[in-house]
Antibody, heavy 119, light 106 residues
């Protein structure tokens, strides 16, 4: 089973940028669609973005389209989320997720990294 | 966008009793429906996919049913570790989650 560990969260001012990383274990990383799901404090789950195994296909929620960029480095077994033009409403725990394909259910979740955007 | 509506928002149940959670889709999602459990301070955990298939290692007291627009997650006899928030998610058309049902101790 793939294990994932997120990093890169922190406190940033509105309008700023942050890059999240997700390091995955195992030799089959490039076989999976990877993505991000977020959860604002005390709120429900919101899908953010997904990327194909090769990195050639990406998908975004309307709420982040044009501001966030998902990417992956299969040689490093690492997923990234570049977040620009951050807003207060982007404040959330960001979970790295794995699926078989897109769209699909999330069968693997990391423990999350917290992003706080101050206004 | 397909809107997922979960009910009730909070369910108060005594240990050992049955819990029935509902999830409704604004349009048909076929059987492309998953359920997750989330405990405080933890990441969500996959319980059910394909509307009724239990994830590996999930106790048999958890069962999912439904198709189209109406789905149910049933926990036949609640154990102390089952008190948590439960989310449904459709993956038939994009990806959307329900707002969650909190199962609390009565």
């Amino acid at each position: 089973e793939v294990q994932v560990v997120e990093s890169g969260g922190g406190l940033v001012q509105a309008g700023g940028s942050l890059r999240l990383s997700c390091a995955a274990s195992g030799s089959t990383f490039m076989s999976y669609v990877m993505g991000w799901v977020r959860q604002a404090p005390g709120k429900g789950l919101e899908w953010v973005s997904a990327i194909s195994g090769s990195g050639g296909s990406t998908h975004y929620a309307d709420s982040v389209k044009g501001r966030f960029t998902i990417s992956r480095d299969n040689s490093k077994n690492t997923l990234y989320l570049q977040m620009n033009s951050l807003r207060a409403e982007d404040t959330a725990m960001y979970y790295c997720t794995k699926t078989r394909y897109y769209p699909d259910y999330f069968d693997n979740w990391g423990q999350g990294t917290l992003v706080t955007v101050s206004s | 966008e397909i809107v997922m509506t979960q009910s009730p928002a909070t369910l108060s149940v005594s240990p050992g009793e049955r819990a029935t959670l509902s999830c409704r889709a604004s349009q048909s999602v076929s059987s492309n429906l998953a359920w997750y459990q989330q405990k405080p301070g933890q990441a969500p955990r996959l319980l059910i996919y394909g509307a009724s298939t239990r994830a590996t290692g999930l106790p048999a007291r958890f069962s999912g049913s439904g198709s189209g627009t109406e789905f149910t997650l049933t926990i036949s006899s609640l154990q102390s570790e089952d008190f948590a928030v439960y989310y449904c998610q459709q993956y038939n058309n994009w990806l959307t989650f329900g707002g969650g049902t909190k199962v609390e101790i009565k």
